[in-house]
């Protein structure tokens, strides 16, 4: 397959990359390997700082990253390595820092000062509006039906509305696993946000017993509670019976959102990204 026309966007000027597909930071899931191969697609992931269990190690792999657009998810809030993994960024002028949970000011003025893009993940106006004055680069509208963390605002509404609000790019996130649905995210946005599709990538860190039940479950399957991490997520609803009998939230707890609808098999993360932005083409062609 050769590579798929460019989709040009005002987040893929910003970011220099082919596609306007980010796929999304997941904990314990995302891998320097499904980061490289995305890159090499011509779309960009990102990956939480956490899932490396130390700084050290993070330091380790952002000095070893090749140069390549990729980015780099910080938790804002109750995170004691912020600080130490933050100068990291800065050292290796990551191209793109994802903020969440938290005031992104600070994040914003040093990744700004190297020239980098901090997007920051919002479920809300309020939040949005906060990022926006702190300087952020675009939003992340993650939406309801989303994999983690998930809003309740529907998709359709989200993006629009926060795009609206503060003028700044939106990148739509939440259900998001075809290049039909990328077709419609960028009537609404400037770019998609896939987190769940990716989980099912040879690259990705999930076991196979994770992707199996993937690839089975329907969206009603999939389960909003805060019981897991205190904040509303959506989970798995059959490994969800796991976490009562004390299994370990994410790693035995399986996060999924209502785009399980879409997911059916593994696929290389490559050839997914080519894949979603063949489908865009062909639907966008096919429209009425
Ligand atoms: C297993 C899993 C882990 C996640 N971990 C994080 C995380 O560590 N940080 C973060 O900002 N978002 C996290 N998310 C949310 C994603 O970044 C993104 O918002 C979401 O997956 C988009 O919706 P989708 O899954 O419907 O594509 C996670 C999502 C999943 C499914």
């Not at 359709?156 to 939106?170: D, S």
């Amino acid at each position: 397959m050769n590579a798929p026309a460019p989709i040009p966007t005002r987040v893929t000027a910003m970011l220099g990359i082919r596609y306007p597909i980010l796929v999304a930071p997941m904990f314990l899931v995302s891998t320097p390997e499904l980061l490289l191969a995305v890159a090499e697609a011509g779309a960009i992931a990102a990956i939480p700082s956490l899932n490396f269990r130390t700084h050290e190690a993070f330091a380790a792999f952002l000095e070893a990253f090749p140069d390549r657009p990729f980015g780099v998810n910080l938790i804002l809030k109750d995170n004691p390595r912020l600080k130490e993994d933050l100068d990291a960024v800065v050292r290796r002028r990551v191209p793109l820092v994802i903020t969440s949970l938290g005031d992104p000011g600070p994040v914003v003025e040093r990744v700004k000062a190297y020239g980098g893009r901090v997007f920051a993940d919002v479920v809300g106006l309020r939040h949005a509006k906060k990022a926006a004055e702190r300087g952020v680069d675009a939003l992340i509208a993650v939406a309801a039906g989303a994999g983690g963390h998930a809003g309740t605002v529907s998709p359709f509404v989200l993006a629009p509305w926060l795009a609206e609000a503060t003028g700044l790019p939106v990148v739509a996130a939440g259900g998001l696993a075809t290049g039909r649905q990328l077709l419609a995210a960028l009537a609404l946005s400037d770019a998609g946000y896939f987190g769940t599709r990716f989980i099912a990538t040879p690259e990705s860190g999930a076991d196979d017993a994770y992707k199996r039940m993937l690839i089975e479950a329907t969206p009603e399957d999939v389960v909003y509670t805060a019981e897991v991490t205190g904040v509303p997520a959506n989970f798995l609803a059959s490994s969800l019976a796991r976490f009562r009998q004390g299994g370990k939230p994410w790693k035995e707890v399986y996060s999924a959102g209502h785009s399980v609808a879409f997911v059916r098999e593994v696929v290389p993360a490559r050839t997914l990204v080519w894949r979603i932005a063949e489908e865009y083409h062909r639907a966008k062609a096919a429209l009425p």
